[in-house]
């Protein structure tokens, strides 16, 4: 059974600092991808990455990159964390060559708030 | 660019009664569809996917259906219980390479006893 894990569950952050979200899948997955959930907007897409060290803008990529240097791990940095970023932030995974017919797989999510 | 809309946004039925839930989307160059669950302060887990030369899919008490040339799916829930109490949110891939979805806002369910 494919397992992503997103290493916290809960985190609060102070405006300015760096965040680090990091996030791991066990099945050898190309394809990775980190959305955040707002009320009443649903998922939208920040970046993906389709193999280590390549990346994609998402639809809304402003305040945030990321880093893929290794093929388990996708790891997504604010890098001087805002207010309007308090947010759940949602990891997936999914292998490149079954993606149209085979979902995408969720790790369990980080409530991320910023003060 | 893709728009994914699902109506209601809120839904509450009695425990027994059918379900039915959907989501539209405003461009039909898809590669497939996606039903998701999110139970509270989860992430989310995948019930069906519907490609797009598919008109539906069933999994037990769910079955979906896709038209693509309108823009519609509908996902369908056989005799309700409260365990299905969750939001559900539909998901369309994008016809780019690199298996993108766009999400809708999704739909919150109460099944009451």
């Known amino acids: 059974d494919v397992k992503v894990t997103q290493s916290s569950r809960y985190l609060v952050k102070r405006t300015g600092e760096k965040v680090f979200l990091e996030c791991v899948q066990d099945?050898?997955?190309?394809?990775m991808f980190w959305y955040r959930q707002d009320p009443g907007l649903g998922l939208r897409l920040i970046y993906f990455?389709?193999?280590?060290?390549?990346?994609e803008k998402g639809d809304i990529p402003e305040g945030y990159s990321v880093s893929r240097e290794k093929k388990e791990r996708f790891s997504l940095i604010l890098e001087s964390a805002s207010t309007n970023q308090t947010s759940m932030y949602l990891c997936?995974?999914?292998?490149?060559?079954?993606?149209?017919?085979?979902?995408?797989?969720f790790g369990d999510g980080t409530r991320l708030s910023i003060l | 660019k893709q728009e994914v809309t699902q109506i209601p946004a809120a839904l509450s039925v009695p425990e027994g009664e059918n379900l039915v839930l959907n989501c539209s989307f405003t461009d039909s160059a898809i590669y497939n569809l996606q039903w998701f669950r999110q139970d509270p302060g989860k992430g989310l887990t995948s019930l069906l996917l519907?490609?797009?030369?598919?008109r539906e899919q069933t999994s037990g008490r769910l079955n979906a259906s896709l038209d693509k040339s309108s823009g519609r799916s509908t996902l369908y829930i056989a005799a309700s219980q409260p365990g299905d109490s969750a939001t559900y949110l539909c998901?369309?891939?994008?016809?780019?390479?690199?298996?993108?979805?766009?999400f809708g806002a999704g739909t919150q369910v109460v099944v009451t006893p």
């Open positions: 998901a369309v891939m994008t016809t780019d390479s690199w298996g993108k979805l766009q």
């Open positions: 997936a995974s999914t292998s490149r060559d079954s993606r149209f017919y085979q979902p995408q797989h």
């Open positions: 519907i490609q797009s030369s598919q």
């Open positions: 099945m050898d997955h190309e394809n």
């Open positions: 990455s389709y193999d280590v060290k390549m990346k």
